[in-house]
């Protein structure tokens, strides 16, 4: 159906009217997009099937990565360009007086993530399909996502995700899959034949029914799976509750992602959320292994269970409930298998994400798995007592429970065979500080896979002009090895390169003009700098000192007539979690500062400050493309990795960062003089965590620019918001400024000067992109994949 342009016609016309019972000439935009997609599953179908038919034939390892979050964004135009279809789609449609633009427009973003982490997933799920390696994704299908964001008067007000209001074309409901999940009631011990057994009784049964969605690698025949898993009642409804109770309750575990927690009804919905995502997916992999191997003493050997993040650790309980209940082995077989099997990625530092469940949540809504993990603790602590005998602090410090909380990440080390961070510093400061004990005792656990994204989404897919002109320089193989890219890195000294690189950048700087207006009605300079901070809302990340050195400018442009500065537009997208006020009065700060700049005659010539609301996969497509400047800000030793940093690199941004995450080693990559580093590092900041000796109100007494723009946060200088960035001056005053924003001011501003230096300085800018982008192939997810699959998968291409 799709080999060739009137072929893909004649295909395409026929079944729009067989699936919408209507002629062409009457049919809508979205008929085309159902009928495109529903052409692009089938003609995927066999080697789907195909793919999961070698698998099985030739019994080979299979990864299976446990998220919350898979962050994939529209899928039609990367479904089309990894079949190698799309200018045939392309054409085709133009012929028929319709643009594919237009048509990708109509799919939905999935609200299934919402930042890094979320993302992470999606990247490695591509590479692995890309790369032939037998590995699917096992999430949760959000019916509302997080949230869609509006901006109302400045003020972020949060809508449900409409995601899968028109159904999603992509998959495939499997219900005589559904597996059983239960909840609440209590366990009956008895003893057979001298053997303790335990049954979970009186429980509350909640079905899980899969969506499959298929993967698919670029110039490959392998179609991997992303199975979510939707929340529906069981046959049987709790006696104790009512019928539309039951439904309400039930319903609500896959209805949004990450639902405040600020209460126990919240705390209780997240942790029903985790535990249904673990049950149903390792339900699913234990029964598809019974039905090939029989019996699951050589589980480990040929199924890799990978929890991204602490979210899926009850993956390990879990895993013990099924091998001991079930299969009746002993604890010392169980635990050989689960450790063997389950590995684990760490994805940050900061002590509140480190999830911890109160024992009296935990223990009621999940009985039999809480005797599990009780038992796993007390097995650990008996171990370590026996490694350092009399050692009680140590082993407080350890324990799996204690103070009367579970503590996931314990759980998730002690009950896995592989410990990772993503980047070389966040791997670092795990061994050295977070989980010293745990590095000292098992060293050998740890490990490092810095993260990758896939370059086909984020440079083949969003930016097809600069996609071209490096295909014309160095040809097509750096699309299936990114690392050829570096071939790149001569053009850097080929002014008639640099030219054209300048010719791309400023077309998609005007594309996102084009946008920007679109959505604000802002007319932006598309021969100003563009610097670029998008990212998920949080203090540490530090969009408060991108303001902050805002408000300085438009100061300084006010107060100094002989002062200038190269036309610069500043923009921003995040999004604050519903519960994070802090971060909404951020978003409400950026807001009063773009009014004030923007609508001002005497200054918005040389600046201009945008926030594009409900940042998403999409949106970002159009953004990093666009971008000159890639803010990457976040108090060093805070970020764990980033991937936003390696999207603008790959497209030609430069860093202007903090040695925090990944930055250091896209320093490393591209040098100095490729790169703008500012601020303290991350020792230095540990160093102030440990021992003190930071006074924020000294750099506010000592720094006149830094005295003023904190004193506008409350001193009228915004007449529309009264006290509502009280907060925001308390936590840089009083609370001593947790995250070092006035400790790097001005490193910040005098780096931004140098920012601008470089840029009207032509050619030597666009060398310096021209490098970063050279060096951006080793920040592809192929590599980090590459790297898990031999080092801690043990998978191997189906090809091979």
């Known amino acids: 159906m799709f080999s060739n342009k009137e072929e893909f016609k004649k295909t395409f016309l026929k079944r729009l009217e067989m699936l919408c019972g209507k002629r062409f000439e009457e049919s809508t935009l979205r008929d085309q997009y159902n009928t495109l997609g529903n052409m692009v599953r089938e003609y995927i179908s066999q080697n789907w099937i195909q793919t999961n038919e070698r698998n099985r034939a030739r019994k080979q390892k299979q990864v299976y990565y446990l998220s919350i979050e898979f962050l994939l964004g529209r899928l039609l135009g990367s479904n089309l360009l990894n079949l190698g279809i799309r200018n045939v789609v392309e054409e085709g449609l133009n012929d028929l007086g319709i643009r594919l633009d237009d048509m990708e427009e109509v799919e939905a973003d999935a609200g299934l993530g919402n930042g890094g982490l979320g993302r992470l997933a999606a990247c490695f799920l591509d590479s692995l399909a890309s790369l032939d390696l037998p590995g699917h994704g096992c999430g949760i299908r959000y019916k509302h996502g997080l949230f869609d964001q509006k901006i109302v008067d400045g003020y972020q007000v949060e809508l449900p995700e409409q995601w899968l209001r028109h159904g999603n074309v992509w998959e495939i409901r499997k219900e005589e899959l559904a597996v059983e999940v239960n909840f609440w009631g209590k366990v009956e011990i008895s003893n057979q034949n001298g053997r303790l057994t335990f049954r979970h009784i009186d429980s509350e049964k909640v079905m899980a029914v899969p969506y499959d969605m298929p993967v698919i690698g670029y110039d490959t025949k392998t179609v991997n799976t992303l199975r979510l898993w939707s929340a529906e009642p069981a046959k049987t409804f709790p006696p104790h509750k009512s019928v539309m109770q039951y439904k309400r309750e039930t319903e609500a575990i896959s209805e949004f992602l990450y639902p405040d927690d600020t209460h126990d009804e919240g705390k209780i919905l997240r942790l029903k959320q985790q535990y249904f995502l673990v049950a149903a997916s390792v339900g699913s992999i234990v029964r598809a292994h019974r039905r090939q191997h029989g019996h699951l003493y050589e589980l480990h050997k040929h199924v890799a269970i990978h929890v991204n993040d602490t979210h899926p650790v009850l993956a390990i309980p879990e895993l013990m409930r099924i091998l001991l209940d079930e299969e009746g082995m002993s604890w010392e077989d169980a635990w050989h298998i689960t450790t063997n099997t389950i590995s684990y990625t760490n994805h940050t530092t900061l002590s509140e994400a480190l999830e911890k469940w109160p024992i009296r949540i935990f223990q009621p809504l999940l009985p039999r798995i809480y005797m599990i993990v009780e038992e796993i ?135 996102l003009a084009k946008r920007i207006y679109e959505k604000t009605g802002i007319v932006v300079n598309e021969s100003s ?147 703008f580093i ?80 470089a840029y009207r300085q032509r050619e030597r800018w666009l060398k310096m992109s021209a490098i970063n982008i050279a060096h951006s192939g080793c920040f592809s997810s192929d590599r980090t994949v590459q790297e898990y699959a031999n080092e801690i998968w043990n998978i191997h291409p189906l090809n091979k």
Request: net charge neutral; with cysteine.
């Open 678 to 757: 500012f601020g303290l590092t991350a020792e230095e900041v540990l160093n102030y965590y440990q021992n003190g000796g930071y006074r924020s109100h000294e750099y506010y007494h000592h720094d006149k620019r830094i005295k003023q723009v904190v004193d506008q946060l409350v001193n009228g200088f915004f007449p529309d918001v009264h006290d509502h960035f009280e907060p925001i001056y308390d936590s840089l005053l009083t609370q001593n400024d947790e995250y070092f924003v006035l400790r790097d001011f001005a490193s910040y501003v005098e780096t931004q000067e140098k920012v601008e230096e």
């Open 529 to 675: 700098i563009f610097d670029v901070q998008v990212k998920r809302l949080h203090a540490y990340k530090r969009q408060l000192l991108n303001v902050l050195h805002i408000m300085y400018l438009y100061n300084r442009l006010k107060e100094d007539s002989s002062f200038s500065i190269y036309p610069r537009t500043f923009i921003f997208g995040a999004k604050a979690s519903p519960g994070y006020y802090y971060a909404k009065r951020i978003i409400k700060l950026i807001h009063s500062v773009a009014a004030k700049v923007n609508n001002d005659k005497k200054t918005n010539e040389q600046l201009k400050v945008i926030f594009l609301e409900n940042y998403r996969v999409s949106l970002a497509e159009e953004i990093f493309p666009a971008a000159d400047v890639s803010e990457q800000i976040s108090t060093a030793s805070k970020e764990a990795s980033g991937t936003g940093n390696m999207k603008f690199m790959m497209n030609g941004a430069i860093t202007l960062g903090t040695l925090d995450g990944a930055n250091i080693e896209i320093l490393e990559a591209v040098g100095e003089e490729n790169i």
């Open 377 to 511: 603790n007390e097995r650990f602590c008996r171990e370590l007592w026996n490694h350092y005998p009399g050692d009680w602090k140590r082993i407080e410090e350890m324990a799996i429970i204690a103070h009367g909380l579970v503590k996931m990440a314990h759980l998730a080390i002690v009950g896995s065979h592989s410990v990772n961070g993503v980047a070389k510093l966040h791997s670092e400061i795990l061994k050295k500080r977070e989980m010293k004990r745990f590095y000292e005792f098992q060293p050998q656990k740890f490990n490092n896979k810095t993260n990758g994204v896939t370059h086909r989404r984020w440079l083949l897919k969003a930016n097809p002009e600069l996609s071209s002109l490096i295909t014309k320089a160095i040809g097509t193989s750096w699309i299936k090895e990114p690392q050829a890219l570096i071939h790149l890195k001569p053009y850097a000294f080929d002014s008639l390169f640099l030219q054209e690189l300048a010719n791309v950048k400023q077309q998609r700087k005007a594309k």
